[in-house]
């Protein structure tokens, strides 16, 4: 039996257990939330181009939430036998009983959940032998150390395959499942510099199907080139300039915007972008869609983690925020309508102003190409924005000399508004697809 046969029996062993589950819990609960995620895969870590750590995964459990009129309670078990699923059911029940009542609690509403489940081609899986695995971690290894004699050392390398299967069920009648699959190669290199100071960076590449990652030697050789580039950086006097962020780092930055138009911290208040739906907080020409049907996409779902269906939607719209991110207990709680986001977003893409990286860089002219942040000072509640960064200085439209050991300042309301351009080298790997983003002016502290 090959491994798409074998999920596929899985898939129907899970999906009964889920069934069972949720007939016993519909016994003497008023509603209840049944989910399993099983997972199987191998990882394989080298170092030096040694073969380090193989870790064979294969995990899962069953989640239940039971609901008794607005009290609440959950258990989880990873044994799926007959007897186990009714103690867990039992122990879900008894902890209902004792928790404070919530009027907002429960399933997501009946008339949203996914009744047509697509197939979004996300299920690719690749079953390599631990010397197969291992070969590419070292490919990418090897390639990393032979591109220049200053790479002294390795950080690691590693190659990572992963399938799984994804259940839901509740008792509106909703019970539905799909598999997905996930691989992945990375490599880290550490080089020295002239004056002994060592610099590290890495390169990584993701994909539903291995044949769409990287080739490993383009891992080692990017993970090379950025870190060779980092090499003798220099130090910055205190002053205000462009920003460029690199796509990889623009991602983050789109993060923030995630966090601040979550539910969850609106009904808490504990956001700088309350009451801001519908109002312009983007520049106008600034627009970001929600894709989450793309074919083998990083991010796609048929339905949410509360088996809500998902929907194409437009977040920013000529820089007007369309849409709040709501799970069911948050739009119940803010008297609103749940949009599909419980378990996070689905392929965000951010639409380019149409410049290249070079022409971003010369569009900046003279500022500070952003690479890498560290940190963790960004306050969601007043978007103030305070983090340590890296990367490199530039010049004329030309980098000049790689940058370390600075922070960088500003407020998350200011920064969306002052976007300038978003380039056309947009980042794949992420579930947030943006090119690099240039910022008209911020604070730089340095020396």
């Not at 870590?45 to 039971?66: H, P, Q, Y």
Request: glycine share 8%.
């Amino acid at each position: 039996m090959d491994v798409r046969e074998q999920v596929a029996q899985q898939r129907v062993e899970l999906e009964a257990a889920v069934a069972r589950a949720l007939e016993l819990a519909g016994k003497q609960a008023d509603a209840a939330e049944v989910a399993i995620n099983k997972t199987t895969g191998i990882s394989v870590s080298t170092r030096m181009c040694d073969v380090e750590n193989v870790e064979f995964n294969s995990d899962g459990a069953l989640g239940i939430t039971v609901y008794r009129g607005q009290r609440k309670g959950s258990a989880s078990t990873s044994d799926l036998s007959e007897n186990a699923i009714a103690q867990t059911v039992a122990a879900a029940l008894d902890i209902a009983r004792y928790t404070s009542e919530d009027p907002f609690a429960g399933p997501g509403p009946k008339e949203l959940m996914a009744k047509n489940i697509p197939d979004l081609d996300l299920f690719h899986p690749d079953e390599p032998e631990p010397d197969h695995a291992a070969a590419i971690a070292i490919q990418a290894e090897q390639a990393a150390l032979d591109y220049d004699p200053r790479i002294k050392q390795s950080d690691g390398a590693s190659y990572d395959s992963h399938y799984g299967i994804r259940v839901y069920g509740n008792s509106h009648g909703m019970l539905a499942s799909y598999a997905s699959s996930r691989h992945s190669t990375s490599c880290c290199v550490i080089a020295e510099g002239k004056n002994g100071e060592m610099e590290r960076d890495y390169s990584y590449t993701t994909a539903r199907r291995a044949s769409d990652l990287w080739l490993p030697e383009r891992v080692g050789l990017h993970a090379a080139e950025r870190t060779v580039g980092r090499i003798d950086p220099q130090k910055l006097s205190t002053r205000e300039a462009p920003i460029m962020f690199s796509a990889d780092v623009a991602t983050g930055l789109f993060g923030h915007l995630v966090m601040a138009i979550s539910g969850s911290n609106l009904y808490r208040k504990s956001s700088f972008l309350l009451d801001k739906l519908g109002e312009q907080i983007f520049p106008e020409w600034m627009n970001i869609s929600e894709r989450p049907h793309i074919l083998r996409g990083m991010a796609s779902t048929p339905f949410d983690s509360e088996g809500l269906a998902t929907y194409d939607r437009e977040i920013i719209q000529d820089g007007i925020l369309q849409t709040y991110l709501m799970t069911s207990y948050a739009a119940r709680k803010l008297g609103r309508q749940p949009t599909g986001h419980a378990g996070g977003i689905h392929n965000w893409q951010v639409k380019s102003t149409g410049e290249d990286y070079a022409q971003m860089l010369k569009k900046m002219d003279r500022g500070l190409l952003v690479t890498e942040l560290m940190g963790q000072g960004v306050n969601i509640v007043t978007g103030d924005y305070s983090r340590g960064a890296a990367g490199f200085w530039v010049e004329n439209g030309e980098i000049q000399f790689p940058v370390s050991e600075v922070t960088i300042a500003g407020n998350l309301k200011d920064m969306m508004q002052n976007i300038v351009a978003i380039g056309t080298d947009t980042e794949t790997r992420s579930q947030i697809q943006t090119g690099s983003m240039l910022l008209d002016t911020m604070k730089i502290a340095g020396e």
